[in-house]
């Protein structure tokens, strides 16, 4: 299978308008999780939460409807191709978009939010796919930061989005603008987007191969490795989104604020990816993941000792994940870039199981640390410390193995 073409050339469009393109599939998962955020605390109020942390949940059963579907959706775009996958997806984000509006109870809610989900795996499997079909090794590093640099732009306005809305009707107005943003982007697909999967390319989908492709990701040492890494600091991540609301509205009593200063930390991880896709060609994806993640754990174990000493305030805590901020934009582009690399001829099977595998972990790993916190930071920076550290020691022994494999291949060249 030919793993790249090196342009956009096959996709009917530009490399900016695809790069676009790319960018807002994949945020349709970011502003169905932020644009919600101001809402949770009414949204428990209003539907007769138990505690103050179960709202949270409605964050995680989009994940766990994301983390379900990327294993039907991505063997399947492999087999068909992406644009049924993606026009699959889109029709069922809208009928669970139209539960969530019409949602009585929290556990309605939920039920709405696991199938949006399950929705949002469409477009997400196949942005991944569309990136791999076209690019491969560090252009595709440096596409997937781009692509990064415009999707943080989302979640940097989509809290204000959802505030506006409640300013003008109430939350379920929110699952209206979640209507909308669902059908420009069919639209635009439906009119501009050529399928970037020829036929010859195609992976007749059957269980045999699915288990095979599936058996091929989890037992190479390099893909299963980094896609364990993604899912420890995306579950860190997690457990500050699941959290952020009652952080910054409820421990610093932002109010309205809460929405800018979401805004602006997105807007860090923007920057930083920018400046990724200018230095990862020449510096490579795992020179700049190893000590990006590196930093995480040690500013998070400095400002986990720092509740020893003084009341956390917000401007500490600003500072503080600032730095984390940027460092996942060093993180996220790259790291999913590693795990996928071998991963060329079975593409689709690859970001299945590779996302399917860190959205389920990170979704575990964020719910237990987002139930736990108990108005202090210490839960998330704990979280970041034991699971950055588990992801250091995972990335060493990944690239150790590359290098032992190395070694004996060039013996056995010797020999």
Not at 6 to 16: L, Q, V
Not at 318 to 339: D, K, Q
Request: hydrophobic share 55%; glycine share 10%; with cysteine.
């Amino acid at each position: 299978m030919e793993n790249a073409h090196n342009d956009t050339s096959s996709s009917g469009m530009g490399s900016k308008e695809f790069t676009l393109l790319v960018a807002l599939l994949m945020s349709i998962t970011a502003i169905s999780i932020d644009a919600l955020l101001p809402a949770l605390g009414i949204i428990g109020k209003e539907l007769g939460a138990v505690t103050a942390n179960q709202p949270q949940l409605l964050i995680s059963m989009l994940f766990l409807g994301l983390a379900m579907g990327q294993l039907i959706c991505g063997p399947l775009s492999d087999s068909l191709g992406r644009r049924p996958i993606l026009f699959c997806g889109f029709t069922i984000y809208l009928v669970g978009t139209v539960v969530c509006y019409q949602a009585d109870s929290l556990e309605m809610l939920m039920l709405g939010r696991f199938i949006q989900g399950l929705g949002v795996a469409g477009p997400y499997i196949s942005a991944i796919s569309l990136v791999r079909d076209l690019y491969h090794g560090a252009q595709m590093a440096r596409i997937m930061s781009l692509v990064m640099m415009i999707f943080v732009l989302v979640p940097a306005i989509a809290p204000t989005l959802g505030q506006a809305m409640m300013f003008i009707a109430d939350w379920r107005s929110i699952f209206e603008l979640y209507l909308v943003y669902a059908a420009i982007l069919m639209i635009w697909i439906g009119f501009r987007l050529k399928e970037t999967l020829p036929k010859s390319n195609r992976i007749p989908f059957s269980k045999k191969g699915f288990v095979e492709g599936f058996k091929e990701v989890v037992t190479n040492r390099i893909t299963a490795s980094y896609t364990i890494c993604m899912g420890l600091f995306f579950g860190s991540f997690i457990g500050y989104l699941n959290s952020s609301q009652q952080i910054f509205q409820v421990q610093f009593k932002t109010g309205n604020l809460f929405a800018l200063y979401f805004g602006l930390l997105a807007l860090v991880l923007g920057f930083s990816s920018l400046i990724n896709s200018r230095i990862v060609e020449k510096h490579g994806a795992k020179y700049i993941a190893f000590r990006a993640i590196c930093v995480v754990v040690i500013a998070s174990i400095a400002f986990f000792a720092l509740h020893a000493f003084v009341t956390i305030s917000l401007w500490m805590f600003l500072v503080y994940a600032s730095v984390l901020f940027f460092c996942f934009g060093l993180l996220f582009g790259n790291v999913n870039s590693l795990a996928m690399e071998p991963m060329g001829h079975v593409a689709g099977i690859a970001s299945a199981v590779i996302g399917s595998v860190s959205a389920i972990m990170s979704m575990g790993i964020g719910t237990i640390i987002g139930q736990m916190y108990n108005n202090t930071l210490m839960p998330i920076s704990g979280g970041f410390v034991i699971m950055g550290s588990l992801a250091i020691c995972i990335m060493y022994w990944a690239e150790k193995g590359r290098v032992e494999e190395v070694t004996e291949e060039e013996e056995s060249v010797v020999a």
